[in-house]
């Protein structure tokens, strides 16, 4: 059974009470997750609009770091309260798949998944979230997609 269900413009949760709890460990994840750079996820190299020069570079971080943690707080604040609600609308939807690309990408450096590749990471509960916020972010983009 899928964990969401389109009906109209809206999508409604279905998630067991364990899943709804597993899924909201992402806002923990992510406040655990050293900061990061303007234009990269945590631990993972970061976006750069100026390589050959390094004073432009630092005007554009600091240009750009306030909105983006305001765009990333948004999004976690956004994701908290549609998981409470059990519904998602569309702005809702987009916020979930940014958080939980985020949060995939927090874990899996976390879990050295970046440096080792999948097939050497080790088996646990870390591995295991980050497999179910792979299916829960492909499942709730084919609900979004037109059928």
Known sequence: MSAFRRRGPEIDLQ??????????????VLAAAPPAAAGSPPGYPH?????????????????TA????ADREADR??????????TLGTEDAA????????????LAARLGVAETGWERASPG??????HLY?????????TLLPT
């Open 66 to 69: 306030g909105c983006l943690r």
């Open 47 to 63: 976006f750069c609009a100026h390589p050959e020069d390094e004073v432009a570079e630092a005007g554009f971080r600091e240009l």
């Open 15 to 28: 998630l067991s009470e364990a899943e709804a709890e597993l899924l909201g460990l992402a806002l923990p």
């Open 125 to 130: 509960p870390g591995l295991a979230l980050l």
């Open 95 to 106: 916020a979930w798949m940014r958080v939980l690309a985020e949060a995939r990408l927090a």
């Open 77 to 86: 604040r956004r994701f908290a309260a549609s998981l409470e609600r059990g």
């Open 134 to 142: 792979g299916c829960l972010q492909e499942e709730l983009g084919a």
